[in-house]
């Protein structure tokens, strides 16, 4: 138990000491819940209450209070009857209620331990000053961070008295020889093609999140259909019978999963729900009975097929679960001319409460230095979770601070190198929707090319899938599990892109999110393996080989107020064949 408590710990980069894990313990027995519940409590607790603390005896006696109030609030609602007349809320209530939404955050980027317990202005008493127009007419230096917001003090000190910069915290392979990460073909220039559907659709003005409930339905029965009959070949049944049919014989279904809000408002064993499609369940839900399941892993909106039982035609009893196939890789004729190496990074690039983009000029020199031939760079880039921003402290708008960000990316970074713009719907003055669209080209470099996100690139024949979208920390929160002791439970995520042939299978998605579901139909779509995904998340970095794609979570270029991490890549292939080493290292 001891190993498994400190393996779900170390997932979020925590290695608390024995006497801490004692008492982890003690709280696992006591309350008689799994190692990964408690560590969720745990993140979300400290996420809000303790400014991402690193759990210790002393704080884990406030934890273990909220721990209780919160399972003890669960039981009451699960034993008592509903009541069948009103709500009425005061303002006391109401507090409470954005208190326990508020657990369900998980952790993010750390603010500072002075702002904690910090009330949160009004609209009234802190509204920003209107600063639209300060940049107007002024030139711009480019040769500090503060070239990117002059009069911001910050805490870029911090940052420039780290001590462990460049150091390699995973490679890949784990036992490979070191590799010389210099351009060395310089005259070579790969070439980087989008693939899949163009995304004109997504550049052209459209009313995002305005489509009608009648089409939001057709999409999300369409994948059902589609993956449906990928699950059908793969059991070797001609068709799937209703889901809420009564019929005491084992029989095979298709639905997706979703949550009996009458049990709880997050998923678990008790609200599952089998929501069937028109044609074969006249759209229908069925309670599903898992107990006979010796491992399982749910989430809401995956699309899975059920073999099992109606006895009494209101709850079907569940025998064994199919999730459709995971494609192979794609194969194309791959043609590098020797070692293409890449460089890649996600944002945000400055500190949680400051505009000096220091950790950016750091990566600028790093890509000057090792001059690949490919650099991948994703938002956020004015990161609408900055304080700075969230208070309106700017010295130019939003539009303005990003293009001082374009400007010095453009002007730096050497001509030879190419780059990628992948845009985030946490960028502040843009489009705020998934999946989000590529940035405006106008003054681009000719070096610089820009993206949607999520995309598939075609680099010579090397598929490479990527997206600034943290689906990984959002499934996690999502997902119920039971599985072996010691399965890898990061790479069981990664397996759900594949599987559900989705870049954001979850739905509903998590609420800070907004997904426009028609475009996504076009653009979100995981239908093949490719030879490399980029899942940049807030979670432990990892590199891993999953269904024969290397999968790199690089984590953030800034985590807190120190410096974060990125990756580095040299892919070697001929023929069908690709072979790829990678790090990933600390900025």
């Not at 074969?280 to 010796?294: A, I, N, R």
């Not at 990566?363 to 760079?377: A, G, K």
């Amino acid at each position: 138990m001891e190993e498994h408590l400190l393996n779900e710990f170390e997932e979020f980069g925590l290695t608390p000491n024995k006497k801490v894990l004692e008492k982890c313990i003690e709280l696992l027995k006591k309350y008689s819940i799994t190692p990964d519940t408690l560590v969720n409590h745990w993140i979300g607790y400290t996420a809000t209450k303790l400014n991402d603390e690193a759990p210790s005896l002393e704080n884990l006696i406030m934890f273990e209070k909220d721990l209780a109030k919160e399972l003890s609030a669960k039981t009451k609602v699960k034993s008592e009857p509903l009541s069948e007349s009103p709500i009425i809320h005061n303002i006391t209530t109401i507090t409470q209620i954005t208190e326990d939404d508020e657990l369900l955050v998980g952790y993010g980027t750390p603010v500072r331990k002075s702002s904690v317990g910090a009330k949160r202005t009004s609209g009234l008493e802190g509204t920003p000053q209107n600063k639209r127009l300060a940049g107007l007419g002024q030139t711009y230096s480019v040769h500090t961070p503060s070239a990117f917001s002059p009069s911001t003090p910050g805490t870029s000190s911090k940052f420039s008295s780290r001590n462990n910069a460049g150091e390699v915290v995973v490679k890949y392979p784990a036992d490979d020889a070191a590799i010389n990460w210099t351009r060395s073909n310089e005259s070579w220039e790969p070439d980087i093609q989008l693939h899949g559907t163009a995304e004109t659709k997504l550049t052209t003005k459209y009313n995002y999140m305005f489509s009608r409930l009648r089409d939001k339905f057709e999409v999300l029965e369409e994948q059902i259909n589609d993956l449906g009959d990928l699950m059908k070949k793969k059991l070797g049944i001609d068709d799937f019978e209703p889901n809420c049919v009564l019929k005491s014989e084992t029989f095979h279904t298709v639905g997706r999963i979703c949550c009996d809000a009458t049990s709880g408002s997050r998923l678990n064993t008790s609200s599952l729900l089998l929501e069937g499609t028109r044609n074969t369940s006249s759209g229908q839900s069925v309670p599903l009975d898992v107990s006979q399941l010796k491992e399982f892993s749910f989430f809401p909106g995956q699309v899975i097929a059920v073999e099992g039982s109606n006895p009494t035609g209101k709850k079907m009893v569940v025998t064994s679960i199919t999730t459709p196939p995971i494609n192979p890789v794609f194969k194309t004729d791959v043609s590098i001319e020797g070692p293409l190496n890449m460089m890649v990074a996600c944002g945000p690039f400055t500190l949680p409460d400051d505009l000096e983009f220091a950790p950016l000029v750091e990566f600028i020199q790093q890509v000057n230095t090792l001059l690949p031939h490919i650099v991948i760079i994703m938002g956020p880039f004015v990161d609408v979770k900055n304080k700075k921003v969230e208070c309106g402290d700017l010295d130019y708008t939003y539009q303005e601070q990003f293009d001082i960000v374009m400007r010095e990316l453009q002007s730096k970074i050497i001509n030879s190198v190419q780059v990628c713009i992948i845009p985030s719907w946490r960028d502040v003055h843009y489009r705020a929707v998934y999946p989000t669209p590529p940035f405006p080209q106008e003054n681009k470099a000719p070096n610089f090319s820009f993206f949607s996100d999520p995309c598939i690139l075609n680099v010579n024949g090397v598929f490479i899938a990527l997206t600034s979208t943290d689906v990984l920390f959002h499934l996690s929160k999502e997902e119920i599990a039971v599985t072996p002791h010691g399965s890898d439970r990061l790479g069981r995520l990664v397996s759900h892109l594949f599987s559900q042939q989705s870049f954001y299978p979850l739905n509903p998605p998590s609420e800070e999110m907004s997904i426009d579901l028609e475009q996504a139909e076009d653009h979100c779509k995981l239908s093949f393996t490719p030879h490399l995904l980029f899942v940049p998340s807030d979670l432990r970095h990892f590199i891993k080989n999953v269904s024969g794609c290397v999968v790199v979570n690089m984590e953030r270029a800034v985590k807190g107020f120190c410096g974060g991490t990125y990756s580095r890549l040299q892919i070697t292939g001929e023929a069908s064949s690709v072979q790829i080493k990678a790090e990933i290292v600390r900025l």
